[in-house]
Nanobody, 113 residues
Framework: QVQVVESGGGLVQPGGSLRLSCTAPGFTFEGYAITWYQQAPGKGREPVAVISVSGSVTNIADFAKGRFTISRDNAKNTVYLQMNSLKPEDTGVYYC??????WGQGTQVTVSS
């Protein structure tokens, strides 16, 4: 099983930006589609963005379209979630998932003035 590690979260004001990173030390993401999830306070995990194995196909949840972008750098074994024009409702813990394995610890994103 593969343990993923998410990073890049933090506290940001509305309208700000963050770039989240997802990697798996000792394991290569090549061959796996990767999905980012958001778990808002008091709610379950919901998919936010998914990227195909090659990176040529992406899908973004309606609430994030035009603001979030998912990308991957297979050479760096990392998948990114670029989050722009952040809103308070984007607050939550963000997780990535792809290869079989447990959920990571996630990275906290807080959007507040």
């Amino acid at each position: 099983q593969v343990q993923v590690v998410e990073s890049g979260g933090g506290l940001v004001q509305p309208g700000g930006s963050l770039r989240l990173s997802c990697t798996a030390p000792g394991f290569t993401f090549e061959g796996y589609a990767i999905t980012w999830y958001q778990q808002a306070p008091g709610k379950g995990r919901e998919p936010v963005a998914v990227i195909s194995v090659s990176g040529s196909v992406t899908n973004i949840a309606d609430f994030a379209k035009g603001r979030f972008t998912i990308s991957r750098d297979n050479a760096k074994n990392t998948v990114y979630l670029q989050m722009n024009s952040l809103k308070p409702e984007d607050t939550g813990v963000y997780y990535c998932k792809g290869p079989p394995g447990p959920w990571g610890q996630g990275t906290q994103v807080t959007v507040s003035s």
